[in-house]
């Protein structure tokens, strides 16, 4: 977890171990679950589609805070899965955004 802009919380899981560098921030999602808890958490989203389409949007959905920072995702209160049924997908590749240098660089995905 960390905070940007002062005021926006933003999930990061590390993917490697100690002491390499990897990991992945998670922008958005497609709420399937839980969707009218997410709605009392993001009263102003007026559509499913907006609960949880960025960072700050996507934690405050979740009610995820910095109190999860560090936390082990393959137990505990915040755990990352695999999905129950497994349906083929395809991954683009999108310009980064909101950067000014190397936003050429092919880091961010999204899941079609």
């Known amino acids: 977890m960390y905070l940007i802009y002062g005021m926006y919380e933003c999930l990061n899981i590390v993917a490697e171990p100690a002491g390499q560098p990897g990991c992945v921030l998670v922008r958005a999602l497609e709420p399937v679950a839980g969707i009218e808890i997410m709605r009392q958490r993001r009263p102003a989203a007026r559509r499913i589609e907006d609960l949880a389409s960025g960072p700050g949007k996507l934690t405050l ?32 590749v999108t310009p980064r955004i909101g950067i000014s240098q190397c936003a050429e660089l092919p880091l961010r995905f999204v899941i079609l």
């Open 61 to 92: 959905a979740l009610g995820i805070t910095r109190a999860h920072n560090g936390a082990d995702l393959t137990r505990g209160p915040l755990v990352v899965r695999e999905p129950a049924g497994q349906r083929a997908f395809e991954i683009a």
